[in-house]
């Protein structure tokens, strides 16, 4: 199978689940400010939606949304326990945590990447963000990942986005429980593979 992704996009965040995983694949490169792939090929031609992660089977079926990617991966491979058994109360608390991170984080940052966003526009949203971020350390608190002692694809989740704060100005030192959990997910041999891998790591 191929993962589509842009350098420190979301895209990573399925990157680190298929290094985690041990499932083969092929990373293709596909930036997203020229929807270009390296051999040339147009990515709309690919995904009519042009953004990623994209995730194309070899049998020509296809996945494009993260949270949906990481749990089909995860469920490849159950003996990694990188998602709880379909069914069991833990898995709903998983899909609870991947939407969370989706609709409160992933898209709270948005405003403070789109160009031309008005100053006080960006204000608002950082504020917010700040605030979603402050209960998500409370959350962690006495854990060392969103379920419990276990990684799963929400850590990936929540790595990836919250490593976006560094480029607009979130400061997450006065949050020890997430910048606990940010050190230990950062640690992980996957992880540092996905981002050296993605030229975010240098080796």
Same mark, same amino acid.
């Given at each position: 199978?191929?993962?589509?992704?842009?350098?420190?996009?979301?895209?990573?965040?399925?990157?680190?689940?298929?290094?985690?995983?041990?499932?083969?694949?092929?990373?293709?490169?596909?930036?997203?400010?020229?929807?270009?792939?390296?051999?040339?090929?147009?990515?709309?031609?690919?995904?009519?939606?042009?953004?990623?992660?994209?995730?194309?089977?070899?049998?020509?079926?296809?996945?494009?949304?993260?949270?949906?990617?990481?749990?089909?991966?995860?469920?490849?491979?159950?003996?990694?326990?990188?998602?709880?058994?379909?069914?069991?109360?833990?898995?709903?608390?998983?899909?609870?945590?991947?939407?969370?991170?989706?609709?409160?984080?992933?898209?709270?940052?948005?405003?403070?990447?789109?160009?031309?966003?008005?100053?006080?526009?960006?204000?608002?949203?950082?504020?917010?963000?700040?605030?979603?971020?402050?209960?998500?350390? &409370?959350?962690?608190?006495?854990?060392?990942?969103?379920?419990?002692?276990?990684?799963?694809?929400?850590?990936?989740?929540?790595?990836?986005?919250?490593?976006?704060?560094?480029?607009?100005?979130?400061?997450?030192?006065?949050?020890?429980?997430?910048?606990?959990?940010?050190?230990?997910?950062?640690?992980?041999?996957?992880?540092?593979?996905?981002?050296?891998?993605? &030229?975010?790591?240098?080796?």
């Amino acid at each position: 199978m191929k993962l589509y992704y842009s350098p420190g996009a979301c895209s990573l965040s399925p990157h680190i689940v298929l290094k985690e995983s041990g499932l083969a694949f092929e990373a293709v490169a596909a930036p997203t400010k020229t929807h270009k792939l390296a051999d040339g090929t147009d990515y709309y031609t690919i995904n009519p939606l042009g953004y990623v992660p994209f995730l194309a089977l070899d049998d020509g079926r296809t996945l494009h949304e993260g949270p949906a990617i990481v749990q089909y991966l995860a469920d490849l491979v159950p003996e990694k326990k990188l998602a709880p058994p379909n069914g069991s109360w833990e898995r709903y608390k998983l899909q609870e945590w991947l939407n969370t991170i989706g609709t409160e984080l992933h898209k709270g940052f948005s405003p403070l990447f789109t160009p031309g966003m008005p100053d006080e526009a960006k204000a608002l949203a950082k504020t917010r963000l700040e605030g979603r971020l402050k209960w998500v350390d &409370g959350e962690l608190a006495g854990k060392n990942y969103l379920l419990g002692d276990t990684f799963t694809v929400a850590d990936a989740y929540l790595f990836v986005v919250v490593g976006w704060g560094k480029y607009v100005g979130i400061d997450i030192a006065n949050l020890p429980h997430l910048g606990a959990f940010m050190a230990r997910v950062a640690a992980r041999p996957a992880v540092q593979d996905a981002l050296r891998a993605e &030229g975010l790591l240098k080796s």
